[in-house]
């Protein structure tokens, strides 16, 4: 029976953890990141991939940086085949990676050599990419760079946002791992080097990228960042003066508008449509204002009395 040391921490990585469980392979150890307070209540709660190791009973390793960890060491000491990770969100040191008797692999949400780093699927709704996917790699000393064993793409749809690209991924990645490691243990697949010319960078999100720019982004780009923003941290704008988030919008085809970026073009009880950059349209969907529940444009236009008249100047830089 092959073993397997898991590495990974968020939902993405769970149900690529109990597939492993499911299709019998010896699951040694998993490393995952420390519990954290969560909510208002700050109370400590377990990753989704903790979790599923505790329902099956396998031992858990929970260093804040696995590098220079009495935890590395024990899990060196396992002797694993095979060490995976899926959103793992640390380098592994070479040492820990040459303990793997047959390799280390990473279950990467893009489709390599686009997207390396942490937050390749926000990268990929925000840019407006028509496609995503998996591909599973090598991993060495170098952020997503190694030698791919297999990648699979699947479409974004214009109702995706980056939480039902994760689901979605996550099941992709589930079933190609299971279709890759049989091979790769059998000594069957040649992988292929990454193009270098074709690398791009997915780094974290940084908080400046939350803020939506309507007097430079067109309608379709603020919906990408919408959406590449959702369901966190959530894009937001100085609307009527006030940090409002923007949970969903629609961008609209009818025609250049007059009105300049972040002028309302269209108000009634059930709409509200703001001009953008090269004179776009879109309708507001649903919005949160500081300190207010998230809310339909209808209920925030009944809260807004007579605010927010035709040509008036609602959105801020």
């Not at 690529?16 to 400590?44: F, M």
């Not at 067109?218 to 941290?233: F, K, L, W, Y």
């Not at 009818?254 to 108000?267: A, D, I, L, N, Y």
């Not at 703001?274 to 879109?282: E, M, N, P, R, V």
């Amino acid at each position: 029976m092959t073993s397997i040391v898991f590495m990974g921490t968020p939902a993405f990585a769970a149900p690529i953890l109990e597939s492993l469980i499911k299709a019998n392979y010896q699951i040694l150890g998993v490393v995952t990141q420390p519990d954290r307070r969560v909510g208002r209540k700050h109370v400590l709660t377990a990753s989704p991939v903790k979790e599923v190791a505790v329902a099956h009973d396998i031992p858990v390793f929970q260093p804040e940086k696995i590098g220079g960890s009495p935890e590395m060491q024990q899990i060196i000491d396992l002797q694993p085949d095979l060490i995976v990770t899926a959103a793992f969100g640390q380098f592994l040191p070479t040492k820990l990676l040459k303990a793997a008797k047959i390799g280390a692999v990473n279950v990467h949400g893009s489709l390599l050599p686009k997207y390396r780093g942490g937050a390749p699927v926000q990268y990929a709704i925000i840019n407006g990419e028509a496609e995503t996917g998996i591909t599973i790699i090598y991993m060495v000393k170098k952020m997503d760079a190694g030698d791919m064993l297999a990648q699979r793409a699947i479409p974004i749809e214009a109702t995706d946002d980056t939480g039902t690209m994760f689901d979605k991924l996550s099941l992709v990645g589930r079933d190609l791992l299971l279709e890759t490691l049989p091979k790769l243990i059998a000594g069957e697949i040649q992988a292929v080097p990454q193009d270098e010319d074709q690398v791009t960078f997915a780094p974290n999100i940084q908080p400046e990228q939350e803020v939506l720019d309507f007097f430079t982004k067109t309608a379709t780009e603020i919906d990408h960042q919408v959406r590449g923003m959702r369901p966190a941290p959530i894009a937001y704008a100085m609307m009527d003066g006030k940090r409002t988030k923007f949970w969903d919008v629609t961008p609209l085809d009818e025609g250049p508008v007059t009105q300049e970026p972040g002028q309302v073009v269209r108000k009634t009880k059930h709409e509200l449509v703001i001009a953008a950059a090269d004179h776009t349209a879109l309708a507001i969907n649903q919005l949160q204002p500081a300190g207010k529940p998230k809310m339909t444009i209808t209920d925030f236009l009944n809260g807004a009395a007579d605010k927010f008249a035709t040509g008036e100047q609602v959105i801020r830089k």
